[in-house]
């Protein structure tokens, strides 16, 4: 079964910038849908970014034009670009991958300070 390590997290000020990546223990190349999504504490896990096979992508409202997610096939790496930051994105990140299963990674922390 696939695994997925997240990396890329870590303290930024706002209007910065990070780059997470998750990297699949194999071929990412069939899997239908990968997407990162976010927790902040207290709140519920919410959809950040999902990319599907045929590279359709599609974001939350709230980070439309500062994401962009995308994914390597050839790396078994999808990743999340994270431009003009800020506080509210302060969460653990996390990537999923779904086929005929639904994998998490650990996540990776991002701290956007004000």
């Known amino acids: 079964q696939v695994q997925l390590v997240e990396s890329g997290g870590g303290l930024v000020q706002a209007g910065g910038s990070l780059r997470l990546s998750c990297a699949a223990s194999e071929s990412i190349f069939s899997i239908n849908y990968m997407g990162w999504y976010r927790q902040a504490p207290g709140k519920q896990r919410e959809l950040v970014a999902y990319?599907?096979?045929?590279?359709?992508?599609n974001y939350a409202d709230s980070v439309k034009g500062r994401f962009t997610i995308s994914r390597d096939n050839a790396k078994n790496t999808v990743y999340l670009q994270m431009n003009s930051l800020r506080p509210e994105d302060t969460a653990a990140y996390y990537c999923?991958?779904?086929?005929?299963?639904?994998?998490w990674g650990q996540g990776t922390q991002v701290t956007v300070s004000s």
């Open positions: 990319i599907t096979r045929s590279g359709t992508t």
């Open positions: 999923n991958a779904r086929d005929y299963y639904n994998i």
